[in-house]
């Protein structure tokens, strides 16, 4: 039987090898989604940054150390659970990704998922939350759960800021904070 660690690796390979993908000529590298493959929560973030371009690893950067402290906050270590990104090349010089980048890296984000199968989906910023709930407001609908159809089943979804927004700003850091610790009892909800 193949494992999940095997799925992964091959999703990984036929990355590496899919020369369709944007924004490879500009990068370092791919980056690909890291942890537990099976973790319970799967975050999503947006693409990669400096750091992670140079290490090849998610969240690795100055974000990524705010996560492994929220993380840290509510008992969790980075390999309790899996991190990942929708765009999975740094686009120059940090800008957005396009919608046309977002759309080639889609389906490789859902074959993620499906491998993965996490009870909770903690969409971080409004890219990978736009994945999910399209039409909603991240300042509307952040820190609340919410259970959306995905590929014909249900799905939970906890939409978080990103962390890099809050490092901007110490109100969007206190709310980050603050819906960050509502995990363990969404967790407990959905397992209950
Ligand atoms: N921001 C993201 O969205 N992803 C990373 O991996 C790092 C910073």
Redesign the pocket.
């Known amino acids: 039987m193949t494992t999940k660690e095997d799925q992964l690796k091959q999703l990984r390979d036929r990355m590496e090898q899919d020369m369709s993908l944007p924004l490879r000529a500009e990068a370092t590298q791919l980056?690909f989604g890291e942890g537990n493959p099976d973790a319970t929560i799967y975050f999503l973030?947006?693409?990669?940054?400096q750091?992670?371009d140079k290490q090849g690893?998610?969240?690795?950067?100055?974000?990524?150390k705010l996560l492994n402290t929220l993380l840290e906050h509510i008992g969790m270590q980075r390999a309790d659970v899996y991190?990942s990104?929708?765009?999975r090349f740094r686009p120059p010089n940090n800008r957005p990704p396009t919608s046309a980048e977002i759309a080639a890296f889609l389906p490789y984000v859902n074959e993620e998922i499906a491998i993965i199968q996490p009870l909770l989906i903690v969409t971080?910023?409004r890219?990978?939350l736009a994945k999910f709930l399209p039409t909603d407001k991240i300042t509307q609908v952040h820190g609340t759960l919410h259970t959306v159809n995905w590929q014909g089943r249900p799905i939970h979804v906890f939409p978080l800021y990103?962390?890099?927004a809050s490092l901007r700003s110490p109100e969007m850091r206190s709310t980050l904070e603050e819906d960050f610790n509502k995990i363990p009892s969404v967790l407990e909800r959905l397992q209950s």
């Open positions: 980056v973030g947006e693409a990669p940054g750091s992670e690893r998610p969240f690795v950067g100055r974000a990524g991190i990104n929708i765009v971080l910023g890219f990978s990103h962390p890099a």
